[in-house]
């Protein structure tokens, strides 16, 4: 399915739907086979022992199967989360930006399905797991 923004148009879009998180995200890479989403991590989505929290992972995984399904499907604002299954696998390292690696599995008209890896930058080993559902507003 071809994508529906580029990068710099669905970095806009963020902006202009979700307002709250200008500057919290970032997209690394957006094609057909993958989106690759950053959390720039600061002080706010730290715990207590100076990793990242599990709210902000999350949050991450959730922003990135948006932006995935976004990409395909265009300016449908409404879409939203219906299921998120995550397994927190390892800590984050510390003082690191979080990774996102979306693959939509499956796309039809009134749902998505996505997986998202979550690593810490510059590691191998995934930090959590997570699968999420969107729910798509139905053609008028």
Known sequence: MALQFTIPEMTSYLSEVFPQVEGMFAIDRMDEELLVMRLIVDEQHLRPGGTV?????????????????????????????????????????????????????????????????????????PVAHASLTYAIPPKR
């Open 53 to 125: 929290s599990g709210p902000s992972m999350f949050a991450l995984a959730d922003v990135a199967a948006y932006v995935a399904t976004m990409a395909r499907i265009g300016r449908e604002a409404l879409t939203v989360t219906t299921h998120c299954s995550i397994d927190f696998m390892r800590k984050p390292e510390a003082g690191r930006d979080l990774l996102a690696e979306a693959r939509v599995l499956k796309m039809g008209r009134s749902l998505s399905v996505t997986d998202v890896l979550l690593y810490s930058e510059q590691s191998d080993d």
